[in-house]
């Protein structure tokens, strides 16, 4: 069943680059820390987002406990789902900037209870910057 006949897909972005310098735009607009925790990440060349023949599919976040700045993977292609993911990745990345600073390694590592909190909640303080990836008329 179709809902919007006529309608085109929604399409937040149409490159990595897109992506990254919208995600960088969002998350700055939550807070300053966290849009530069990304603008470092890209600097860093620690953004894998381009979905590539090959590449494995999925997205993740890897924490890099020894710099601090961790690295995102994905396959991105432009869907809404690639942005949810971006978010949620990018969540777990600024959870690990924050955490760097802890004494013991292991005291970086959490439960999956805890990282799934600041990820999931990124994904919905988020939501109201969207806009930066869709133009839709205001109300």
């Known amino acids: 069943m179709r809902l919007f006949r ?29 849009g530069q925790a990304l603008a470092d990440m890209k600097e860093l060349g620690h953004l894998d987002l381009a979905s590539k ?24 292609v432009g869907t809404p789902r690639d942005l949810v993911t971006m978010m949620h990745e990018g969540g777990h990345a600024v959870h690990s900037f924050l955490s760097h600073g802890l004494e013991f390694s292991a005291f970086k590592s959490c439960p999956s209870e805890v990282a799934e909190l600041a990820s999931m909640s990124m ?17």
Request: proline share 7%.
């Open 6 to 34: 006529g309608k085109s897909e929604l399409k937040p972005f149409s490159s990595a680059e897109e992506l990254v310098t919208k995600s960088i735009k969002s998350f700055g607009m939550i807070d300053e820390y966290f």
């Open 53 to 76: 023949p090959g590449k494995s599919p999925g997205g993740y976040n890897y924490p890099l406990y020894e710099s601090g700045a961790p690295f995102i993977f994905m396959n991105a």
């Open 123 to 139: 994904e919905l303080m988020s939501m109201k910057h969207w806009d930066e990836f869709y133009s839709i008329g205001r109300l």
